[in-house]
């Protein structure tokens, strides 16, 4: 097997969802690096690979580990990149050992497959032509509203990971910041309990708030919203609207939905 860094995408879920390609690469290589052994040696297990030899490669080790792996393969060793669930490197360490290997004039081969965010783009039934992945959304409920303030105006469609004890006020915040705009909340994808829940962010919100508890992991979709130019004023465009007959409080629905603001906000613009 060639010496190279090899970055193996593993199952979100369902384990039929591995390459006989990754399969072979994950027999093969000479060592291979992961999140938690005891979760990739399940993986192993299952499909017969026995005594391979395997070493934890996470967030709080990945600089000094970066260093050491670097070292094995320029000493011509083949290294298996894995995470828990997924593609490396998305949302999951691996960039610090990327950039050595390059930096090392080492090979790095992507060995494609399962990935929750194309798998949440796919399904969604949201635009697919341009999107953005964003990770995690920060913990906090302030940087949380921060950041989807800022990402108010991408004109494109937008996948985010969030936490189940989370996501009730996520969709909250998003009501609030982006109106009526299409969301779709993906949740365990490829496992057993799979689901979908797609309509607005308040009607999520409800659907999920009604719940005893929402478990599991969750690709959040924003679909992107009306390519409306705005260059007019809020209040001008409510105005606008009311002159053609549409009654304030529809108008100001309107505006908040197209410009991808909350009610609240075009109200106090109007009446400010």
Do not use: W
Request: proline share 5%; with cysteine.
């Amino acid at each position: 097997m060639t010496a190279a860094l090899y970055l193996v995408a593993t199952p979100i879920g369902n384990l039929e969802d591995i390459t006989l390609r990754a399969l072979r690469v994950l027999r093969e290589a000479d060592l291979i690096a992961c999140e938690d052994t005891r979760q990739t040696g399940k993986l192993l297990r299952h499909f017969d690979i026995i005594d391979k030899p395997m070493v934890s490669y996470h967030e709080h080790n990945e600089a000094a580990r970066a260093r050491e792996l670097v070292a094995k393969l320029e000493a011509g060793e083949s290294i298996a990149l894995v995470s828990d669930a997924g593609t490396p490197l998305v949302s999951d360490p691996g960039y610090r050992l990327v950039s050595a290997a390059i930096g090392a004039g080492i090979p790095v081969v992507p060995i494609p497959g399962a990935s929750a965010v194309l798998g949440a783009l796919a399904a969604a039934g949201l635009p697919t032509d341009a999107f953005r992945f964003c990770g995690f959304l920060p913990a906090k409920a302030g940087q949380r509203k921060k950041t989807l303030k800022e990402l108010r105006g991408e004109d494109c469609t937008m996948i985010f990971y969030e936490a189940p004890h989370r996501i009730v006020d996520t969709l909250a915040d998003i009501a609030a910041l982006y109106g009526e705009r299409s969301v779709v909340v993906a949740r365990e994808l490829t496992k057993l309990h799979e689901e979908f829940l797609r309509g607005t962010a308040e009607e999520i919100r409800a659907q999920l708030a009604a719940r005893p508890s929402v478990k599991g992991e969750i690709a959040l979709v924003i679909g992107k919203g009306s390519a409306v130019v705005a260059d007019t004023p809020v209040d001008q465009a409510v105005h606008e609207l009311e002159q053609k007959g549409v009654p304030r409080m529809d108008a100001i629905k309107q505006v908040a939905r197209e410009r991808g603001l909350s009610k609240r906000e075009v109200y106090s613009k109007v009446t400010g």
